[in-house]
């Protein structure tokens, strides 16, 4: 298999209490890289946790990947220096693998683990709180530059700087930008609703929402 891609970093980090609005919320968006092989189990990379199992882990949702193209985007509004890695509160910091070509259900080998993309991500107010941008999360959706997550079809360690193969490609060809356009456009684009709910590698859950009417 020929690599496409590789691991720039994988970040781990167990939920935490900050402050927010005159408030505290539990959070495990601060995640940090770390500097040796981590096994990524069915339910996510050893030493990660997630504050709120409702939207974060499980089987479909077991690691976040970010594409590291996406970093010199948001650099001038974050600053305009180097972001650090997991600066989205990724596991994965990718690079190689994007939204308009990358397919919902395709599987990777990265590491000694084999993952498939299942699920776009939801940005929320956390993500403001991680970069210290409470304004940032509607232009993150408008960007559509919203990473995804990875389902384990196979339990092994990854470490940054592995190479990412593809070792099967989903045979709808719907691409993970079309899915976030079909869960995201105003109004709802029905052609493409319908190439996306054609995808047996669609989670339940897109499925479930792109399944009900919109206005």
């Known amino acids: 298999m020929e690599p496409i891609g590789r691991v720039l970093a994988v970040s781990v980090g167990q939920p935490r209490s900050v402050p927010h609005d005159g408030a505290t919320v539990r959070t495990a968006i601060f995640k940090e890289p770390v500097d040796h092989p981590v096994l990524l189990t069915r339910l996510g990379f050893e030493g990660d946790g997630q504050a709120d199992r409702r939207v974060h882990g499980g089987?479909?949702?077991?690691?976040?990947?970010?594409?590291?193209?996406?970093?010199?985007?948001?650099?001038?509004?974050?600053?305009?220096?180097?972001?650090p890695f997991s600066q989205f509160g990724e596991n994965l910091t990718t690079e190689g693998l994007l939204e308009d070509t990358v397919h919902v259900g395709d599987?990777?080998?990265?590491?000694?683990?084999?993952?498939?993309?299942?699920?776009?991500?939801?940005?929320?107010?956390?993500?403001?709180?991680?970069?210290?941008?409470?304004?940032?999360?509607?232009?993150?959706?408008?960007?559509?530059?919203?990473?995804?997550?990875?389902?384990?079809?196979?339990?092994?360690?990854?470490?940054?700087?592995?190479?990412?193969?593809?070792?099967?490609?989903?045979?709808?060809?719907?691409?993970?930008?079309?899915?976030?356009?079909?869960?995201?456009?105003?109004?709802?684009?029905?052609?493409?609703?319908?190439?996306?709910?054609?995808?047996?590698?669609?989670?339940?859950?897109?499925r479930e929402y792109l399944e009900k009417p919109r206005a």
């Open 107 to 206: 599987v990777f080998a990265m590491g000694q683990a084999r993952v498939q993309v299942s699920s776009p991500r939801g940005p929320c107010f956390k993500l403001g709180i991680r970069t210290g941008d409470p304004s940032i999360v509607k232009p993150f959706l408008a960007s559509r530059k919203l990473g995804f997550y990875l389902r384990v079809l196979e339990e092994g360690r990854v470490a940054a700087g592995d190479a990412i193969a593809l070792v099967a490609a989903d045979p709808a060809g719907v691409t993970m930008a079309e899915l976030i356009g079909a869960i995201y456009d105003t109004p709802p684009d029905p052609a493409r609703i319908a190439r996306v709910l054609a995808c047996r590698a669609v989670f339940a859950e897109d």
């Open 59 to 83: 089987p479909a949702r077991a690691a976040y990947l970010y594409p590291f193209e996406h970093y010199a985007h948001w650099a001038p509004r974050l600053g305009g220096g180097e972001l």
